[in-house]
Nanobody, 118 residues
Framework: QVQLVESGGGLVQAGDSLRLSCAAS????????MGWFRQAPGKEREFVAA???????DYAESVKGRFTISRDNAKNTVYLQMNSLKPEDTAVYYC????????????WGQGTQVTVSS
């Protein structure tokens, strides 16, 4: 059974940094594509960042240069380093996983709240 557990969210001020973690079990993060998404109140869930088994990365335009996705294969964990946080980054952040060659993500974590005050 695949489980993704996010942690690291919290309340910070604009300009601060946070690092989110996504600990995976039942699936090896080094051999799957892993992504981060977020959903703000009243808005649809949106893509934030992703990495694949080759360590290629992709970012939403709104976070490029501020967020970095990375992976620790030994810990089977994916991270999202978020710097220069803005109030508009406030959302519930979700980790997700998908099989190589498949476009949709099939496993999702429960989410972690990030709140950025101005």
């Amino acid at each position: 059974q695949v489980q993704l557990v996010e942690s690291g969210g919290g309340l910070v001020q604009a300009g601060d940094s946070l690092r989110l973690s996504c600990a995976a079990s039942g699936r090896t993060v080094s051999t799957y594509s892993m992504g981060w998404f977020r959903q703000a109140p009243g808005k649809e869930r949106e893509f934030v960042a992703a990495t694949n088994w080759r360590s290629d990365t992709d970012y939403a335009e709104s976070v490029k240069g501020r967020f970095t996705i990375s992976r620790d294969n030994a810990k089977n964990t994916v991270y999202l380093q978020m710097n220069s946080l803005k109030p508009e980054d406030t959302a519930v952040y979700y980790c997700a996983s998908r099989r190589i060659g498949v476009s949709s993500y099939d496993y999702w974590g429960q989410g972690t709240q990030v709140t950025v005050s101005s």
